[in-house]
């Protein structure tokens, strides 16, 4: 039986190709043994449920495991992510005591102001990467860092 939901992505011709993403269970599969299913359909943006997993003819159909479905989830995410904090202006480089929480630095790793606070002459800069982690640096308050994505308002 397939369930799910559908969404449309653009093809690098400009063109939208609907996309349904569901779970392919069959006799027999559950829990990590499922299959989450991907069909890009011309025709049918949502999966409908069916005694069969299979798409209609023609139409491209990826599956994975659960385990798969969640790393491509993260990469896309990463992705997304990447995407929102490109800056049009290009970056721009503040003090670290200037640092405000959702900032994103500039560099290969891009990482997010998770926190700051400045301790005299001292900013403390809590730091979150694209995996979730997080660690604290100290700056003197003076110390240029570039951002790629600086976000407005406040701390």
């Known amino acids: 039986m397939m369930a799910g939901s559908g969404f449309t992505f653009t093809d690098a011709?400009?063109?939208?190709?609907?996309?349904?993403?569901?779970?392919a269970v069959a006799p027999?599969?559950?829990?990590?043994?499922?299959?989450v299913s991907v069909t890009l359909s011309p025709t049918a943006p949502t999966p409908s449920s069916a005694p069969s997993p299979s798409p209609p003819?023609?139409?491209?159909?990826?599956?994975?495991t659960p385990a798969a479905a969640r790393e491509v989830a993260a990469?896309?995410?990463?992705a997304a992510e990447e995407a929102e904090n490109a800056s049009a202006e290009g970056p721009v480089t503040v003090?670290?005591?200037?640092?405000?929480?959702?900032?994103?630095?500039?560099?290969e790793r891009p990482?997010?102001?998770?926190?700051?606070?400045t301790d005299g002459s001292t900013a403390h800069i809590t730091w979150k990467s694209v995996e979730g982690r997080t660690w604290t640096q100290?700056?003197?308050?003076?110390?240029?860092?570039?951002?790629?994505?600086?976000?407005p308002g406040t701390r």
């Open 57 to 64: 003819t023609g139409e491209p159909r990826w599956s994975c």
């Open 111 to 117: 990482m997010t102001v998770d926190g700051a606070r």
């Open 28 to 35: 027999g599969e559950a829990g990590a043994d499922a299959r």
């Open 75 to 78: 990469a896309l995410v990463r």
């Open 138 to 151: 100290s700056y003197d308050v003076n110390t240029a860092i570039t951002l790629r994505r600086r976000l």
């Open 95 to 107: 003090r670290a005591d200037e640092l405000r929480r959702g900032d994103v630095r500039d560099g």
């Open 13 to 23: 011709e400009n063109h939208d190709v609907p996309v349904a993403v569901g779970i």
